[in-house]
């Protein structure tokens, strides 16, 4: 078995794909997933704030 690795000096990497917008769904799943982890957060500070401990230390 072998490996192949590659440098910018032997690959042509295009530009187009970093500069492309992201899609709607892309978009709709980052604003789903940050709503959530928010959501998380506040929750642990509730908890902390009532039980006066941090349950994962």
């Known amino acids: 078995m072998s490996a192949v690795t ?6 042509r990497t295009s530009k ?9 769904f892309a978009r709709f799943l980052e604003a789903v997933v940050a709503a959530r982890m928010e ?5 642990y500070a509730r908890y ?10």
């Open 16 to 24: 187009v794909a970093s500069s492309a917008k992201k899609g709607f």
């Open 6 to 11: 590659y440098t910018d000096k032997f690959v």
């Open 39 to 43: 959501q998380a957060e506040r929750e």
């Open 48 to 57: 902390v704030q009532i039980h006066g401990r941090d349950p994962v230390a």
